[in-house]
């Protein structure tokens, strides 16, 4: 069996668990501007001149949510999509929610192309979760346990690090992404506790001898100035170009955009036909946000948005 372990380092906050070989892996089960009733779905709401916020600093301000440049049924392994993430190069991965299996998407044509495994048998777990950091993959689950591993060939069981992060007494774990301004990992909750009138993102730095840092946090009483119910729970989270987060909640059918302190630049409703369950979120290399879709009543889903007229974007149809 080809695969390997590798050395994860994270912050002193996590206590790493011992590598665990594919071998040895068993199946175990381990998940104040905006007036509401003038915030249409579909349209993207920012403040203009309006609490110091400049307009330009919001990735989504110029999106079209009305328009959907394209949208693919997937097939039906795929029932239980999670979790996104692009690599350097462009390609885009997704994984189940039940089981530890990746697999490679075509973002162009939603094809679903190789998977393969995590454990020599299959590794089994509630996971929320996909970040992809240069040559390194890690998936979370909503206990907080963040598996560390190498992609694999088509079909091939990889060997992992296994590592806990000790969220799940205070965070019920819904989304992770890769922050590569403070090389850190950011982990959504969906539920806290105690619940604090807050949405939480906790910052995992990827360094073991990093300073630990502050979570991100969203004040549910400005959610609902955007027109967004305060009871926004997170299913996915992206990082932005321009060093924003984005979090979707597939719950509320809303996505927001957010700065590095919490402050909330954009939102805006999604349809709730077009999404029956957002459960993934990523942006890929030319900004297109892309959202993935649980079955939940229709088939599992895969979404692309852009900027503008979606028949003038290259390489994408309606």
């Known amino acids: 069996m080809r695969g390997f372990i590798i050395a994860a380092a994270l912050a002193a906050a996590c206590e790493a668990a011992p590598e665990v070989p594919a071998s040895t892996a068993q199946d175990t089960a381990l998940e104040s501007s905006w007036p509401a009733a003038t915030t249409p779905s579909g349209s993207v709401a920012a403040p203009r001149q309006k609490s110091g916020i400049d307009e330009r600093t919001a990735f989504l301000v110029d999106f079209d949510f009305d328009e959907r440049i394209w949208y693919r049924d997937l097939p039906g392994r795929l029932n239980e999509v999670s979790g996104l993430a692009f690599t350097a190069d462009g390609r885009l991965f997704a994984h189940d929610d039940e089981r530890a299996r990746v697999h490679e998407i075509d973002p162009e044509t939603a094809e679903v192309g190789k998977r393969f495994d995590l454990g020599e048998e299959l590794v089994r777990g509630d996971f929320e979760g996909l970040a992809i950091v240069h040559?390194?993959?890690f998936l979370i689950t909503s206990t907080g346990l963040l598996y560390e591993f190498r992609e694999g060939a088509d079909r091939e069981n990889v060997l992992f690090r296994l590592t806990n992060t000790n969220l799940a007494d205070r965070c019920e774990v819904e989304g992770l992404d890769y922050d590569s301004e403070i090389d850190a990992?950011?982990?959504a909750c969906k539920t806290t506790a105690p619940e604090r009138g807050l949405v939480v993102l906790h910052r995992l730095p990827l360094e073991s001898d990093a300073t630990p840092l502050p979570d991100l946090t969203i004040r549910r009483a400005?959610?609902?100035a955007w027109g967004i119910d305060r009871s926004f729970a997170p299913s996915g989270v992206?990082?932005?170009?321009l060093g924003t987060v984005?979090?979707?909640s597939g719950r509320d059918d809303a996505l927001i955009e957010v700065d590095r302190d919490g402050r909330v630049l954009a939102a805006v409703e999604l349809r709730g036909g077009r999404h029956p369950q957002s459960e993934g979120l990523a942006i890929g290399p030319d900004g297109i946000i892309y959202i993935s879709?649980?079955?939940n009543g229709k088939e599992p889903r895969l979404t692309a948005y852009g900027i503008g007229d979606p028949e003038t974007t290259e390489g994408f149809s309606s």
């Open 222 to 224: 400005d959610l609902e």
């Open 238 to 241: 992206a990082v932005t170009p």
């Open 185 to 187: 990992l950011l982990v």
């Open 135 to 137: 040559d390194r993959f």
């Open 246 to 248: 984005l979090v979707v």
């Open 293 to 295: 879709d649980e079955r």
